[in-house]
């Protein structure tokens, strides 16, 4: 080691003599730069440490200070946190990450604070998803307490180290000149939009666990998690409709608290109550049993964080996606309206397929996108991968599964090759009905028949004639389904001959009065326009709701006519979500409008949203059902906000123009 000679004592002399503060200081410094060429990473979050420990340190005193001045309890909480985050900002600029003062202190300043929230919501996930998700935790919440603090802790410092305090490194020339340094900047641009949505949906995570004023579990997702603790009992994938659910839920209980794996051959239910489950693909189910199987926890709160995690990834597929096409300011406007979207960041956490498809959805669509070069190789890869990414999509929820038609006709309009766009289709779509094959083969075994979604389109087509008011007297609830297929001798509305007998129905009915069906398609367009979503607010003013109304007689448009004031108490969430999504639906037409050069490209974003509202007005229509492609039209609403994208220059896409004269994006 050497060292400077100011700091070197050849004799008794400079022992005697006290070293200035001064040469203390410099000395100090020289310590912690050895240190950090020396440990690197580590040194850096040690002083990290030490400066959160001071910090800790102001916290108190700060907030003991506040408080003997008179200042409420609140505000000298939340004065003190600010004061305690600003010492902390001050000290790591000036020592922990010293190289970082050039940059400017105000946005670093801004972004410790983003970096320290989301450091906050960490620990607190983990603290309290650990005391409720396990037994031990449950009894030892200190123990929870520090693991959250711990990953807190690294988290921030994480985000300090890559983010924060990042040096500023200058391109070079080479990279100046075919513009890998806007591409570098879109990319941490991207991964912050994926942070913000990841923050959002660990706040709306921490919301459902607090019980204030946040719709409960329906019955369907009750039912996903007793399927799952039977599979994982071995049970199989079961269902019942007989109403007598306890030998499922006596399952699933012993599994929560005593980690009972019960042995496949062991009677463990009513096998005559309890027949094999043909409603819905099994993926959420599975997932649940893997829970159980792989950490055994309760998988509430996993299922939760899996699926804040897979919605998180496809506000960076959509910033990405749309960053190929448009400006780098409508790619993060896109990706901040879908991270801040209520309905969206609500249902990624509400344990329900419908917050996690939306990321094979979009994956579909990028993998569709990204197939369209010259290398006939990469090209079949990357549709091969399209139909991948659909198939286990289509095991949580399968009502996207045809929509590779949809993409294949607007990659038609987009680049003029017929034959191209049909060979896309049939192979994205021989591949998803590949992945889901197993499932059509077990079905096939238990019924004969080849079912590769569901044995309930019967059922829903029959529930769409009677959403409102019709000629044929048709009630739209499911009870009524159930009171049918009972009356028809059916163990339950969704068995496979209950299907074929409700499909029979529905035929009968257009073929009597194929006016009433337009009718009804008519009646549904409104609502597939503004499609007013839920958020999870459990609204206190809700007195009576629409399927009330309906045993009564009444549809939607008679309950809101007699009565509109109520509505607008009863259900304003739903209807300011409605306004956004009508925003957006305008806005992607005025896209269409200004844009018409670039019609095809355009209509291909639109064309998963486009599909699924199509699919569910011509059956029957909800607006939860058309959630998972909503990033289509929030890509419009963006183009507006944006001003277009008249800064294509600054786009993170290098276009080439194909024989049609379209531009095509690739990135390098």
Same mark, same amino acid.
């Given at each position: 080691?050497?060292?400077?000679?100011?700091?070197?004592?050849?004799?008794?002399?400079?022992?005697?003599?006290?070293?200035?503060?001064? %040469?203390?200081?410099?000395?100090?410094?020289?310590?912690?730069? +050895?240190?950090?060429?020396?440990?690197?990473?580590?040194?850096?979050?040690?002083?990290?440490?030490?400066?959160?420990? =001071?910090?800790?340190?102001?916290?108190?005193?700060?907030? !003991?200070?506040?408080?003997?001045?008179?200042?409420?309890?609140?505000?000298?909480?939340?004065? /003190?946190?600010?004061?305690?985050?600003?010492?902390?900002?001050?000290?790591?600029?000036?020592?922990?990450?010293?190289?970082?003062?050039?940059?400017?202190?105000?946005?670093?300043?801004?972004?410790?604070?983003?970096?320290?929230?989301?450091?906050?919501?960490?620990?607190?996930?983990? !603290?309290?998803?650990? =005391?409720?998700?396990?037994?031990?935790?449950?009894?030892?919440?200190?123990?929870?307490?520090?693991?959250?603090?711990?990953?807190?802790?690294?988290?921030?410092?994480?985000?300090?180290?890559?983010?924060?305090?990042?040096?500023?490194?200058?391109?070079?020339?080479?990279?100046?000149?075919?513009?890998?340094?806007?591409?570098?900047?879109?990319?941490?641009?991207?991964?912050?939009?994926?942070?913000?949505?990841?923050?959002?949906?660990?706040?709306?995570?921490?919301?459902?666990?607090?019980?204030?004023?946040?719709?409960?579990? #329906?019955? &369907?997702?009750?039912?996903?998690?007793?399927?799952?603790?039977?599979?994982? !009992?071995?049970?199989?994938?079961?269902?019942?409709?007989?109403?007598?659910?306890?030998?499922?839920?006596?399952?699933?209980?012993?599994?929560?608290?005593?980690?009972?794996?019960?042995?496949?051959?062991?009677?463990?239910?009513?096998?005559?109550?309890?027949?094999?489950?043909?409603?819905?693909?099994?993926?959420?189910?599975?997932?649940?049993?893997?829970?159980?199987?792989?950490?055994? $926890?309760?998988?509430?709160?996993?299922?939760?964080?899996?699926?804040?995690?897979? #919605?998180?990834?496809?506000?960076?597929?959509?910033?990405?996606?749309?960053?190929?096409?448009?400006?780098?300011?409508? *790619?993060?406007?896109?990706?901040?309206?879908?991270?801040?979207?209520?309905?969206?960041?609500?249902?990624?956490?509400?344990?329900?397929?419908?917050?996690?498809?939306?990321?094979?959805?979009?994956?579909?669509?990028?993998?569709?996108?990204?197939?369209?070069?010259?290398?006939?190789?990469?090209?079949?890869?990357?549709?091969?991968?399209?139909?991948?990414?659909?198939?286990?999509?289509?095991?949580?929820?399968?009502?996207?599964?045809?929509?590779?038609?949809?993409? @294949?006709?607007?990659?038609?309009?987009?680049?003029?090759?017929? $034959?191209?766009?049909?060979?896309?289709?049939?192979?994205?779509?021989?591949?998803?009905?590949?992945? &889901?094959?197993?499932? !059509?083969?077990?079905?096939?075994?238990?019924?004969?028949?080849?079912?590769?979604?569901?044995? =309930?389109?019967?059922?829903?087509?029959?529930?769409?004639?009677?959403?409102?008011?019709?000629?044929?007297?048709?009630?739209?609830?499911?009870?009524?389904?159930?009171?049918?297929?009972?009356?028809?001798?059916?163990?339950?509305?969704?068995?496979?001959?209950?299907?074929?007998?409700?499909?029979?129905?529905?035929? #009968?009915?257009?073929?009597?009065?194929?006016?009433?069906?337009?009718?009804?398609?008519?009646?549904?367009?409104?609502? /597939?326009?503004?499609?007013?979503?839920?958020? @999870?607010? %459990?609204?206190?003013?809700?007195?009576?709701?629409?399927?009330?109304?309906?045993?009564?007689?009444?549809?939607?448009?008679?309950?809101?006519?007699?009565?509109?004031?109520?509505?607008?108490?009863?259900?304003?969430?739903?209807?300011?979500?409605?306004?956004?999504?009508?925003?957006?639906?305008?806005?992607?037409?005025?896209? $269409? *409008?200004?844009?018409?050069?670039?019609?095809?490209?355009?209509?291909?974003?639109?064309?998963?949203? +486009?599909?699924?509202?199509?699919?569910?007005? &011509?059956?029957?229509?909800?607006?939860?059902?058309?959630?998972?492609?909503?990033?289509?039209?929030?890509?419009?609403?963006?183009?507006?906000?944006?001003?277009?994208?008249?800064?294509?220059?600054?786009?993170?896409?290098?276009?080439?123009?194909?024989?049609?004269?379209?531009?095509?994006?690739?990135?390098?």
């Amino acid at each position: 080691m050497v060292l400077k000679k100011s700091h070197c004592f050849a004799n008794e002399q400079h022992f005697e003599r006290k070293m200035p503060l001064s %040469d203390q200081i410099n000395y100090l410094k020289h310590l912690k730069q +050895l240190a950090d060429f020396k440990f690197g990473t580590f040194s850096r979050f040690c002083q990290f440490c030490f400066v959160g420990g =001071t910090g800790m340190v102001v916290d108190l005193l700060m907030y !003991a200070l506040f408080l003997s001045g008179g200042i409420p309890l609140i505000l000298a909480r939340g004065a /003190a946190i600010w004061v305690a985050m600003t010492w902390n900002f001050w000290l790591n600029r000036r020592v922990t990450f010293s190289y970082s003062r050039e940059l400017p202190a105000f946005k670093q300043y801004f972004k410790f604070l983003c970096s320290c929230s989301l450091g906050a919501v960490f620990s607190w996930s983990v !603290a309290v998803g650990l =005391t409720l998700g396990t037994h031990f935790f449950y009894k030892h919440v200190f123990f929870a307490a520090i693991i959250g603090i711990v990953i807190g802790t690294v988290c921030n410092f994480l985000l300090s180290l890559s983010w924060v305090f990042r040096p500023k490194v200058a391109p070079s020339p080479a990279a100046a000149k075919d513009g890998r340094q806007t591409n570098s900047l879109t990319q941490r641009s991207i991964v912050i939009v994926g942070i913000i949505a990841l923050l959002t949906r660990l706040i709306f995570m921490g919301w459902t666990w607090t019980d204030f004023y946040v719709i409960q579990d #329906d019955s &369907l997702i009750r039912i996903y998690f007793l399927q799952g603790a039977g599979i994982y !009992a071995g049970c199989g994938y079961v269902r019942s409709y007989t109403g007598d659910w306890n030998n499922l839920k006596d399952v699933q209980n012993k599994i929560n608290t005593q980690g009972l794996k019960a042995l496949p051959e062991k009677e463990l239910i009513d096998t005559e109550n309890f027949h094999p489950e043909t409603v819905h693909p099994p993926g959420m189910a599975l997932l649940i049993a893997g829970i159980y199987a792989l950490t055994g $926890l309760k998988p509430e709160v996993p299922v939760q964080l899996i699926g804040a995690l897979l #919605d998180s990834l496809a506000v960076c597929l959509l910033a990405y996606m749309a960053g190929k096409f448009f400006s780098a300011k409508v *790619a993060i406007l896109a990706g901040i309206l879908y991270a801040l979207y209520p309905p969206l960041a609500y249902a990624s956490i509400s344990k329900s397929p419908d917050g996690m498809l939306s990321v094979f959805v979009i994956g579909c669509l990028v993998c569709t996108l990204e197939g369209n070069q010259d290398d006939i190789r990469k090209k079949i890869a990357w549709w091969i991968a399209a139909g991948l990414v659909l198939g286990l999509g289509s095991y949580l929820r399968p009502d996207y599964l045809l929509v590779p038609f949809a993409i @294949g006709v607007g990659l038609f309009l987009y680049t003029r090759r017929f $034959l191209l766009s049909i060979a896309s289709i049939l192979l994205i779509q021989s591949v998803a009905l590949i992945v &889901l094959f197993p499932w !059509a083969y077990r079905n096939h075994q238990l019924c004969g028949r080849w079912v590769f979604t569901t044995t =309930t389109t019967g059922w829903a087509l029959v529930n769409g004639l009677g959403q409102y008011n019709n000629p044929w007297g048709i009630q739209g609830l499911d009870k009524y389904r159930d009171i049918e297929a009972k009356e028809q001798g059916f163990p339950s509305p969704s068995s496979p001959e209950a299907d074929r007998y409700f499909q029979k129905v529905f035929w #009968d009915a257009v073929k009597s009065k194929p006016w009433g069906y337009v009718e009804s398609i008519a009646k549904r367009l409104p609502m /597939a326009i503004i499609a007013p979503q839920s958020f @999870g607010f %459990d609204n206190p003013l809700i007195t009576s709701r629409f399927a009330e109304s309906m045993e009564k007689g009444k549809d939607r448009f008679d309950v809101i006519l007699s009565n509109p004031l109520y509505i607008v108490k009863a259900y304003w969430d739903w209807l300011l979500m409605g306004c956004i999504s009508f925003a957006s639906f305008l806005c992607s037409l005025f896209m $269409l *409008a200004c844009e018409r050069r670039r019609f095809g490209l355009i209509f291909l974003l639109l064309s998963p949203h +486009l599909y699924s509202i199509v699919i569910h007005v &011509l059956v029957v229509y909800e607006p939860r059902y058309v959630l998972p492609s909503m990033f289509s039209f929030l890509i419009g609403l963006a183009y507006v906000l944006s001003r277009g994208w008249k800064e294509c220059d600054t786009s993170i896409a290098s276009s080439r123009q194909p024989a049609n004269g379209n531009p095509v994006a690739t990135v390098t």
